[in-house]
């Protein structure tokens, strides 16, 4: 699929030494430009942070792909290796990975449209999180459980009891 | 080292002004495992007072709200849902001053005898940073 600009117009490398320059950085600025070299090869010049939004969203799709690929194999024939990157995801349950999956897609999807990963990388972050507490089975034992007699009740590190002001 | 005041955990004691003076009552009690103790007070050795403060601050008025500082994460997974009135687990991380993990209840009888009260169980504290 070719890439669309506003005005569908390509400029010349001599444009950008005239008038023109003005409108090629503008068309840039608010999405792409096409620009033909002396060479006759077309380049693109596009904001930064768009540029930066298309290569984490190649990376974050890789790695999708590995987990889309390691999921396609049965639990026992899984390899941390198949999962690339996301190795630490090894230790979710087929029901935690389904989850995770499905709003990894929606993650995708949302940064497409938002041209933004900010969201997505919050959710992978939460994942992680999560795969690290899910290791230490010391500390699992202490989700959900009652409070005993060997519970001991922190009191503020400074003394200080006020409430911190919004 | 300084030793962060603790104390055994009872449901029928509630915290002190300090020096008697009007405070702002903590709405939840901050409660963590003994095993845990030592951890804690690493913490306030390696961070300092003043920044334990902070992250005792977001334990002790607003674990169930976003934080004034630094983040919080809900965590993920089966595991991580909260049952029996536990909230979901918790990711709180601030900058100095490490990383904890945290459940509360906002209504924990604390058995039979105790009255409704809302407590917050560290679950886990991690000082090193990502």
Same mark, same amino acid.
């Given at each position: 699929m070719a890439v669309t600009t506003r005005s569908g117009h390509t400029y010349q490398?001599?444009?950008? %030494?005239?008038?023109k320059r003005r409108d090629f950085l503008e068309e840039a600025r608010v999405g792409v430009a096409r620009l033909r070299s002396s060479d006759g090869e077309t380049l693109v010049a596009l904001p930064e942070r768009d540029l930066n939004v298309l290569v984490e969203l190649r990376t974050h799709t890789l790695a999708f792909l590995s987990l889309e690929n390691a999921m396609s194999r049965a639990r026992d024939d899984r390899?941390?290796?198949?999962?690339?990157?996301?190795?630490?995801? %090894?230790?979710?349950d087929d029901e935690d990975l389904g989850e995770f999956r499905a709003e990894f897609a929606d993650g995708l999807a949302t940064a497409l449209a938002e041209r933004s990963v900010n969201r997505l990388v919050e959710t992978i972050h939460a994942w992680r999180l999560s795969s690290e507490l899910l290791r230490d089975s010391v500390a699992m034992a202490r989700v959900n459980a009652d409070v005993d007699e060997d519970d001991l009740e922190v009191r503020s590190p400074t003394g200080m009891i006020d409430e911190p002001k919004e | 080292m300084k030793r962060p005041p603790v104390g055994a955990y009872d449901p029928n004691i509630t915290l002190a002004s300090p020096g008697g003076k009007p405070a702002t009552k903590p709405r939840f009690r901050v409660l963590m495992s003994k095993s845990l103790w030592k951890q804690w007070a690493n913490a306030v050795a390696q961070a300092g007072d003043q920044n334990v403060q902070q992250l005792w601050n977001h334990l002790a008025y607003r674990p169930d709200r976003p934080p004034l500082l630094g983040s919080v994460t809900r965590l993920k997974g089966g595991h991580m849902k909260g049952k029996g009135g536990w909230s979901d687990v918790h990711h709180y991380e601030i900058t100095g001053a490490g990383r904890v993990n945290y459940q509360f209840h906002?209504?924990?009888?604390?058995?039979?005898?105790g009255d409704k009260h809302a407590v917050v169980l560290v679950i886990s504290i991690d000082m090193s940073s990502h």
């Open positions: 490398s001599t444009d950008l %030494t005239t008038s390899r941390p290796t198949d999962f690339g990157e996301l190795a630490w995801a %090894t230790v979710f | 906002p209504k924990y009888t604390g058995g039979a005898k």
